[in-house]
């Protein structure tokens, strides 16, 4: 059973047909969706399904054991197997999340190339981010050199490509091993990627914006020691 991912070839689809493949408890899978159904530290859509004229509230999306199905649980009635649904996301909260997205991999990009640094871990929450990453020097000026250098990024409006590579070829570049990439299951021969042109480069399953003038800015909320040589850095949109 599959689900074609229609955010990973249109992150900008906010309304889809499509039809019910299956049902299990208060589930539906479809056979095309454009739900993010979360990971790699991007929260799940949020929106509904719509069933003759009925909306039904999505409460909770994932992938299925096997990884290819991506399941809708919903309120009220199901939908039929077979059914044509039309699906709507809640897009104020789908676009903050690819500005947001689009903002940490900004940073990972400029903190590997100004400070050497690596990313150790990242979350995306509905109003902020976290990032965490590998920095003995932790003060003011880094700080303050860190929003400004990603500010400046931002406006530069940095095309965002995003393709899929065959697995041995995206195990030749650099900046992909450097980003753990040999983790990735063996199964998985091909792997997409997210490059932000001259700043960026990473496999990802997640969405994003354009270009990084999308994103519009950004302003550091906190910062934290989280060891010796581990730090975390709390941002948040600017509008
Ligand atoms: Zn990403």
Not at 32 to 54: E, K
Not at 57 to 75: N, P, Q, R, S
Not at 76 to 85: S, T
């Amino acid at each position: 059973m599959n689900t074609e991912l229609l955010y990973h070839t249109d992150s900008y689809t906010r309304n889809f047909n499509a039809r019910v493949i299956a049902q299990r408890e208060q589930a539906i899978a479809l056979d095309r969706t454009a739900f993010y159904p979360g990971g790699g530290g991007q929260l799940a859509d949020r929106g509904t399904v719509l069933c003759a004229g009925q909306g039904c509230i999505v409460t909770e999306l994932y992938k299925d054991e096997a990884g290819t199905a991506v399941w809708h649980k919903l309120e009220g009635p199901l939908p039929a197997v077979g059914a044509e649904v039309e699906g709507a996301l809640d897009w104020d909260f789908r676009y903050r999340m690819m500005r947001t997205h689009t903002a940490l991999h900004i940073l990972c990009g400029l903190i590997f190339r100004d400070f050497g640094a690596q990313v150790t871990g990242g979350q995306m929450y509905a109003d902020r981010a976290r990032m965490d990453f590998t920095l003995e020097q932790f003060d003011q000026g880094a700080i303050r050199a860190i929003e400004e250098r990603a500010n400046a990024a931002i406006h530069a409006a940095l095309p965002i490509k995003v393709y899929v590579l065959p697995r041995e070829e995206a195990f030749k570049i650099p900046d992909l091993i450097r980003t753990k990439i040999n983790l990735l299951p063996p199964n998985i021969q091909s792997i997409r990627i997210v490059e932000i042109v001259g700043l960026d480069l990473q496999a990802d399953g997640g969405t994003h914006v354009h270009d990084t003038s999308e994103v519009k800015g950004i302003k550091v909320i906190k910062t934290e020691n989280k060891g010796k040589i581990n730090k975390r850095l709390e941002i948040a949109l600017v509008e």
